[in-house]
């Protein structure tokens, strides 16, 4: 290098004083030369160099949210939080939740003397193939954070809200929109808790394509057991919904179980 910045160069460039030409040839120089960019930090005061510094991490390092994500982090959620649930894609159980309030909508339209049964059959569901399809869907992305200390509880618990998020007011809908369903519009909430537990437990164990469908199947079979000698609407009794709640306190306790026995051995949950 033949030759370097001067001191009066240096004090015109820190106060903006250069022309364009020649703050950029001073930035080139500055790139390849070693003892200017050493001679720099004696012509900026500290504090301007880490305000710089700041601002320059922040910009790298904050990432770039979808729009519907980032009302969220005015809201107070952490940011790796926010990355979670931006890489993981939510159009699928989203989707699932909407095609599913949508199809129990139309059975139970079409079918007004089994309006009832139909609604108790299907809407418990519907927020388990949402949770289902989230797992489904970020499937790649459980095998990124394995080794990473983010905590896998914490994953399945963003996954489940993120689909519940769509899933629960989309079922909502039915019961208070369909004539004929508005004493069951909150009936179906403590059998959909349960079930979407069941699913989690199974979830560390299972795909989620075999959890999802023992789930459905094993409602599907206890709803129609109960048809056979009662009216199906028995299970919106004060007594059924106690079981369900009691039922739901069960499945979360093995929940936390579960996902506390697979962080100690390393899990993948």
């Known amino acids: 290098m033949t030759w370097h910045v001067n001191t009066q160069v240096w004090e015109a460039y820190?106060?903006?004083?250069?022309?364009p030409a020649t703050a950029a040839s001073v930035d080139a120089h500055v790139v390849s030369c070693p003892t200017c960019r050493e001679a720099a930090k004696g012509h900026?005061?500290?504090?301007?160099?880490?305000?710089?510094?700041?601002?320059?991490?922040?910009?790298?390092?904050?990432?770039?949210?979808?729009?519907?994500?980032?009302?969220?982090?005015?809201?107070?959620?952490?940011?790796?939080?926010?990355?979670?649930?931006?890489?993981?894609?939510?159009?699928?159980?989203?989707?699932?939740?909407?095609?599913?309030?949508?199809a129990c909508a139309m059975l139970?339209?079409?079918?007004?003397?089994?309006?009832?049964?139909?609604?108790?059959?299907?809407?418990?569901?519907?927020?388990?193939?949402?949770?289902?399809?989230a797992y489904d869907s970020t499937d790649p992305f459980r095998e990124v954070s394995v080794p990473t200390p983010y905590s896998k509880m914490r994953l399945a618990l963003l996954r489940t809200v993120a689909a519940l998020v769509v899933a629960v007011p989309a079922a909502m809908a039915i019961g208070l929109l369909i004539p004929g369903l508005e004493p069951l519009a909150f009936?179906?909430?403590?059998?959909?808790?349960?079930?979407?537990?069941?699913?989690?437990?199974?979830?560390?164990?299972?795909?989620?394509?075999?959890?999802?469908?023992?789930v459905c199947v094993a409602w599907l079979v206890a709803v129609a057991t109960v048809g056979r000698t009662y009216e199906v609407d028995?299970?919106?009794t004060a007594a059924a919904q106690a079981g369900f709640a009691v039922a739901a306190a069960v499945l979360a306790a093995v929940f936390l179980i579960r996902t506390s026995t697979l962080r100690l051995l390393g899990g993948d949950l």
């Open 44 to 102: 900026v005061e500290p504090v301007t160099l880490e305000a710089v510094w700041t601002t320059v991490s922040n910009r790298i390092g904050r990432p770039v949210l979808p729009p519907w994500l980032r009302p969220l982090r005015g809201l107070g959620v952490p940011d790796d939080d926010l990355v979670v649930l931006s890489t993981a894609s939510l159009l699928l159980p989203w989707a699932m939740a909407v095609g599913s309030a949508l």
């Open 14 to 19: 820190a106060a903006g004083g250069l022309d």
């Open 187 to 214: 009936r179906w909430l403590l059998p959909a808790l349960g079930l979407t537990l069941a699913a989690l437990v199974l979830l560390s164990w299972l795909t989620a394509e075999a959890a999802g469908g023992a």
């Open 108 to 133: 139970a339209g079409l079918m007004p003397t089994y309006q009832e049964t139909t609604f108790l059959l299907l809407a418990p569901l519907i927020p388990v193939l949402a949770v289902v399809a």
């Open 234 to 236: 028995v299970l919106a």
